[in-house]
């Protein structure tokens, strides 16, 4: 697997690939630990080290254990790389259709009363590492890409659901279940997270008292739903700046913000450092050239 990485991965950052939904990650020099926001999906290192943290829990994902997130999720990463061994990985996005699709035709696909969280990392079992090495075998041809992949990130993703914590995925898929109904507060709040959002109006979306919705959201992303709100604004509001070029007053007024004072406030306590210089320290992590906007 870390050959066919090499081979793939070979610049730095994260970077598309034939296959849509599949991205290759690379890292050369060691990264701090720092906030990230990752989207549902599955990643799988072949090389080097990667560590979560939310609340107090640490989640390492490296050669022999690999991430899931059931929901899109702000946390903070650190990234363990050299020159002589890069972090290598690939990213997996989960496809809800295809997991309700998986679901229907898998026995025993039931859930637990229990209430899973929104990220785990767990062991790499050989079938699930077999079925990786087949999906980038796939991506050095672009027509087995197109012909192969699909079929092949579906197996993927059946190896996880048939996992040790797969019950988060599978929880993700029924619209239904408590998990389900607090996804759907989730994706309410990417897609309006510049709107003045309340608790009741999520829970409503949810379809859930604002007390039973508070306990569930915090039980899946391990922060209440408000303060899960004003991090997903920063952080659209990073990459608004990042990869627009966009000033700091115009992308706090974009993602929601009507004072740019306190933008820049609580942009600096989430990622430690103003606006101007932690554009410029992603920009030169990511390889994007500077345009103001």
Do not use: W
Not at 128 to 133: K, N, R
């Amino acid at each position: 697997m870390t050959a066919l990485l090499a081979s793939l991965a070979t610049r730095e950052g994260v970077h598309a690939t034939a296959l849509e939904g599949v991205r290759l990650m690379r890292a050369s020099v060691p990264i701090p630990r720092m906030p990230v926001l990752y989207e549902p999906g599955i990643v799988i290192v072949g090389q080097g080290r990667k560590r979560g943290y939310l609340g107090d829990q640490v989640y390492t994902y490296d050669a022999h254990n690999y991430l899931v997130l059931s929901v899109p999720l702000p946390f903070e990463c650190e990234t363990e790389a050299s020159p002589e061994q890069p972090m290598l990985a690939v990213s997996i996005q989960v496809n809800l259709t295809m997991l309700a699709e998986l679901l229907m035709k898998m026995e025993g696909g039931h859930l637990t009363g229990e209430m899973p969280q929104g990220i785990f990392s767990t062991r790499l079992d050989g079938r699930l590492s077999e079925a990786t090495v087949r999906l980038l075998e796939c991506l050095r041809d672009p027509a087995e890409a197109r012909i192969l992949g699909p079929q092949t990130v579906r197996e993927v993703t059946y190896r996880v659901l048939q996992g040790q914590q797969g019950g988060a995925l599978r929880a993700a898929a029924v619209l239904h279940s408590r998990f389900g109904q607090v996804n759907q507060a989730l994706q309410r709040i990417h897609a309006e997270y510049a709107r003045d959002l309340s608790v009741e109006q999520l829970a409503d979306s949810a379809g859930m008292s604002p007390s039973a919705f508070h306990q569930n959201f915090k039980a899946v992303t391990s922060t209440s739903p408000l303060q899960y709100l004003k991090t997903i604004r920063l952080h659209k509001a990073r990459m608004l700046m990042v990869y627009e070029g966009l000033r700091a007053g115009t992308a706090a007024e974009r993602v929601g913000y009507e004072s740019s004072s306190q933008f820049s406030r609580e942009f600096k306590r989430l990622f430690g450092m103003s606006p101007i210089d932690e554009i410029a320290r992603a920009r030169r992590m990511l390889g994007v050239s500077a345009s103001i906007a």
